[in-house]
């Protein structure tokens, strides 16, 4: 069975510009999440989706950070424009349903300058 | 006060110990408990559900404590592959629909 794809891996940006990261969960699971990790901490929730409904997205810094999934499969999050404290690995999760175990792709690790 | 608070160690154990952590939560209409381990550098992977009657798998217990409202994590004989971070979800708000994750224990074993 295929894991939670994400991509791109690796990006480095400078301050102020824009950056998208894509994510495609484990087929037919319809709880989408995602979670931004700053080094030494906890993943924070920052949008969670149930098929192509926002669920909770009260963490979203909703000034600079969009996100859509709009046939209630692949997502995107988008962060325009970047500040450096946006330096983070940003995880994409999904489960079967809401409340069930988490499956997390390999994240997105974001560098600002 | 956080809603879900672990103590970030890092925990340090020889080989073959038993080490516990524990993991409090703020909402006490709190619904799913999970434990999940994260390597360095790597995504969070399940390592067991907590339920209210307690689990076991392997060398790994958990424990639910809603009463006092935390929960456990025992693991023992400790191996080298242990070694990593150690992050307790809780589902805290009132629809008990948001997923949110401590700040994570770490820890390392020894030779």
């Known amino acids: 069975e295929a894991g939670v794809a994400q991509s791109p891996r690796y990006k480095i940006i400078e301050k102020r510009q824009s950056v998208a990261f894509w994510c495609n969960p484990i087929s037919g699971h319809a709880t989408l999440y995602w979670y931004q990790q700053i080094l030494g901490q906890g993943p924070k929730l920052l949008i969670q989706?149930?098929?192509?409904?926002?669920?909770?997205d009260s963490q979203l810094p909703k000034d600079r950070f969009s996100a859509e999934r709009l046939k209630g499969v692949d997502s995107t999050l988008k962060i325009q424009p970047a500040k450096l404290e946006d330096s983070a690995v940003y995880l994409c999760a999904s489960s079967l349903v809401v409340r069930e175990k988490l499956f997390f792709g390999s994240g997105t690790q974001l560098s600002v300058l | 006060r956080k809603e879900v608070e672990q103590d970030p160690g890092p925990f340090n154990v020889p080989e073959g110990a038993t080490v516990a952590f524990n993991c409090t939560y703020s909402n006490s209409a709190s619904q799913s408990f999970f434990w999940y381990r994260q390597d360095c550098r790597k995504e969070p992977k399940l390592l067991m559900s907590v339920y209210s009657s307690g689990n076991e798998d392997g060398r790994f217990t958990a424990q639910l404590n809603r009463a006092s409202q935390y929960i456990s994590l025992l693991i023992r004989d400790s191996k080298l592959s242990d070694s990593a971070t150690y992050l307790c979800?809780?589902?805290?708000?009132?629809?008990?629909?948001?997923?949110?994750f401590g700040g994570g224990t770490r820890l390392m074993v020894k030779p």
């Open positions: 989706f149930q098929n192509n409904g926002v669920v909770d």
């Open positions: 979800v809780v589902t805290v708000n009132n629809a008990g629909n948001m997923l949110t």
